[in-house]
Nanobody
């Protein structure tokens, strides 16, 4: 059974930074492309960034230049460094595989950016 445990969210003022972490257990982490997803209030969950097994990264236009996704295969952990945060970045952030079939979702971590 794969478990995803996200952490690192919080309340931050616009322009601030947060670093999210996602610990993955129960899978062969290093071979999977991983993604960070965001569910804003009243909206569907969407992909904001992903990283391949080889370390290639891709970002949604809305976060490009501000967010950085990385991974530590030795720790089975994927990170999301978020800088220059904006109120529209508010939401619950989840990690999961990039490709289907996805794992069962974790509890996510709440990020709230105040203006």
């Amino acid at each position: 059974q794969v478990q995803l445990v996200e952490s690192g969210g919080g309340l931050v003022q616009a322009g601030g930074s947060l670093r999210l972490s996602c610990a993955v257990s129960g899978s062969i982490f290093s071979i999977n492309a991983m993604g960070w997803y965001r569910q804003a209030p009243g909206k569907q969950r969407g992909l904001v960034a992903h990283i391949t097994a080889g370390g290639t990264t891709t970002y949604a236009d809305s976060v490009k230049g501000r967010f950085t996704i990385s991974r530590d295969n030795a720790k089975n952990t994927v990170y999301l460094q978020m800088n220059s945060l904006k109120p529209e970045d508010t939401g619950v952030y989840y990690c999961n595989k990039y490709a289907y079939p996805l794992y069962s979702w974790g509890q996510g971590t709440q990020v709230t950016v105040s203006s």
